[in-house]
């Protein structure tokens, strides 16, 4: 179906890369249908809202979101046109049905395994059929990823794509086994092929993407199983790529082809490992299904590889039953890591996750301290990290010009680098001289007609 007349898209994205992802893969699919994505509301023909369940109030923050953009369905009504409104994502597809029900002007609501039908759920949506309401909250059973269009229009550089979804880890915080399914991985050639395509667009650097992305194990096309170190190192060998990075990563996945494939010069010297806790009893009670001392020797063995190797993480304080020694373990395991940077959360009761019985609730000033004392150790962490690359030449891929002149751009360790310069050279690597740091992020100077360290 080709529609003539443009129409205008709105998606308001929240939640975690993947999400990004998939909003990006919206955007691809309603295309062919006319819709060209627009960066307001204002006048839409249809309004996205791509969701994420991760933490507290995350349908009341729809909802909220939901009240204030229904103007702009009303304006349109009145001016004789259909605005569909539409939510997607996590909350979606764990609450598709109360959504539904509390807010009948939402014409469509789907969860992330069917966006591949989107073109037959906006037909249907717009009365094609002769109802117009699309509730659509199914498991697939097939290949979400066949189903959209493998072409990307590149948006920079750096390009994320997907290779694996879905979780069967079940920690008892934690919602996404429930609203993105069973663990699937893609298939190889087809992954290698996007690859190759983002190249030709001027790709440099390419993330792949997982909720587990290590437990990936394509299949190509000799049948064969690859692990994501196969994968990534296909995707080496390609002229053009010269960054590849890889997110979010399990420790119980953790296989040491992975770990060896960081002596490749393309693999960036960064992991992103999140270990949620440093006590053993919480390991435990969160299902995490390893303990501290198997965090540190994973940590150990890339080191043996890379030395210089960037470590983040992710951080949950004030899991239920968490005593202050507890917390105290936690702080020691970031003390003896060394984090390049982290993200840290206060636990959040989720429904229907196991750890939302649990008794031994901590109290909400509590969680507020640990919290801050753990920000402030990471803090501390990732300033004297970037201090440490001050004086170094590094190698850093453009991809941005935040103001003429300006220069925005990541060096292998991710660390975000701002230069003055030329935006010709945005989507390039050069070689920058690390001048100085405001703990967050590092100026740096330009040097031209030098090769890359
Ligand atoms: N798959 C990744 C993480 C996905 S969710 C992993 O296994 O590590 C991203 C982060 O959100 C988690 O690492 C965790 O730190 C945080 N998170 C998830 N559920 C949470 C909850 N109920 N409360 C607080 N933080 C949570
Ligand atoms: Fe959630 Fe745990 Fe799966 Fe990560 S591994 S997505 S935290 S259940
Ligand atoms: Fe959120 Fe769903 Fe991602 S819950 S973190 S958008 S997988």
Sequence with gaps: MTMSNTKKLFIKTWGCQMNVYDSRKMADVLAPMGYKQVDGPEGADMIILNTCHIREKATDKVFSELGRLKKFKD????????????????????????????????????GPQTYGTLPEMVAQATGAYGKDRVINTEFDEEDKFDKLPEETLATGPTAFLAVQEGCDKFCTFCVVPYT??????????????????????????????????????????????????????????????????????????????????HAHTKIMPYLHLPVQS??????????????????FDIIERFRKVRPDIAISGDFIVGFPGETDQDFEDTMDLVRQVNYSSAYSFKYSQRPGTPAATMGGLIREDIKDERLQRLQALLADQMRAFNEQTIGMDLSVLFDGTPREGQLHGRTPYNQAVHVTGNSRLNGQIETVRITGTNGKSLTGDLILYEAAA
């Design 75 to 110: 304006e349109g009504q009145a001016e004789g046109r259909k605005t569909i409104m539409a939510v997607a994502g996590c909350v979606a597809q764990a609450e598709g049905d109360f959504i539904a029900e509390r807010a009948p002007y939402v014409d469509m609501v789907f």
């Design 278 to 295: 440093g006590s053993n009893k919480i390991l435990k009670a969160m299902n995490r299904k390893h303990e501290r001392d198997m965090y």
């Design 180 to 261: 993105r399914g069973a663990e699937y991985s893609r298939r190889v050639e087809a992954i290698i092929d996007e690859v190759k395509q983002l190249r030709d667009q001027g790709v440099r650097e390419i993330s792949f993407l997982g909720q587990n992305v290590n437990a990936f194990h394509g299949i190509n096309a000799k049948g064969e199983t690859q692990s994501l170190a196969d994968l990534m190192l296909l995707a080496a060998e390609i002229d053009g790529i010269e960054r590849i990075r890889y997110t979010t990563s399990h420790p119980r996945d953790m296989e040491q082809d992975l770990i060896d494939a």
